[in-house]
């Protein structure tokens, strides 16, 4: 049988596996060595729901939504048991709720550093955007900070149930125009509804589990007329 890789994963099974509470503390030794995706967004901008519906857990919360947002300052690992394969995937602590407007550099930054600095086997981010407000401040620069790093970042743009059609495709557009990045590199995403679910596996197959020649042409445009968004670096580097 042909593997397809814009295929959806087939989740099987998730574990929590571990979590990073202080800067420069290592990732659990059972993520070391498998592919790694990592979630990435404010705080509220529903990333624990949309992790949720993404391994399709509705009745066992994996994430859990927040009681109280902005207090989970931890990197979590879960191990992700999959066809085609297995993987980690890692959801980074929100950013933007303190007051504080530089939260970025002050706490978020050092301890995401710590992580990013060390790991080998991060595939890309999925960088969560609330559809409704579109980029913030925070989120481009968290959005730069991850282009100075070189890791590919795919956008899922938040509680696309919120808006109607109309207003939907607007605000993607802004977002698109915001983020400076391709309409192919954002999904528009529901976890009410389940919106974007497929698009976000079938990207996630791509970017973890990659064919030979997908990833020796890794950044290039993708052929299939209907594929999965691929995944890219999120700013072109000036550099
Ligand atoms: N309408 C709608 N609400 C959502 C969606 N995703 C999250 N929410 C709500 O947004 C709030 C924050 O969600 P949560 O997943 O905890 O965000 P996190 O802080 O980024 O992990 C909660 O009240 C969720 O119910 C969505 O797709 N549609
Ligand atoms: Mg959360």
Do not use: C
Not at 71 to 97: A, C, H, M, W
Not at 120 to 131: P, T
Not at 210 to 222: F, I, R
Not at 224 to 234: G, K, L
């Amino acid at each position: 049988m042909e593997f397809d890789p814009n295929a959806p994963l087939r989740i099987k099974s998730v574990e929590f596996a571990g979590a990073i509470g202080q800067i420069g503390q290592a990732p659990p030794e059972s993520a070391v060595g498998l592919a790694q995706v990592a979630f990435s967004g404010r705080s509220n901008v529903g990333k624990s729901s949309l992790i949720n519906r993404l391994l399709g857990r509705t009745r066992t919360q994996m994430a859990r939504v927040s009681a109280s947002p902005g207090k989970t300052q931890e990197i979590n690992f879960y191990k992700v048991r999959s066809d085609p394969g297995d993987f980690f995937l890692v959801d980074l602590p929100g950013y933007g709720y303190a007051r504080v407007p530089s939260e970025l550099r002050g706490r978020w930054q050092p301890l995401i550093h710590g992580f990013l600095s060390t790991t080998k086997d991060l595939k890309g981010v999925v960088q969560l955007i609330d559809l409704r407000t579109g980029p913030t401040d925070d989120d481009l620069q968290a959005v730069d900070y991850l282009a100075e790093l070189g890791i590919p970042v795919l956008f899922a743009l938040t509680k696309a149930d919120q808006l109607k059609a109309m207003k939907r495709e607007e605000a993607v557009a802004k977002s698109v125009r915001k983020l400076g990045v391709d309409n192919d590199q954002v999904i528009p995403f529901s976890s009410v509804k389940g919106t974007g679910r497929d698009d976000l596996l079938g990207v996630l197959a791509a970017l973890l589990f990659p064919e030979p020649e997908d990833a020796a042409s890794a950044g290039g445009t993708a052929s299939s007329e209907d594929s999965a968004p691929a995944p890219s670096s999120a700013v072109e580097s000036e550099a």
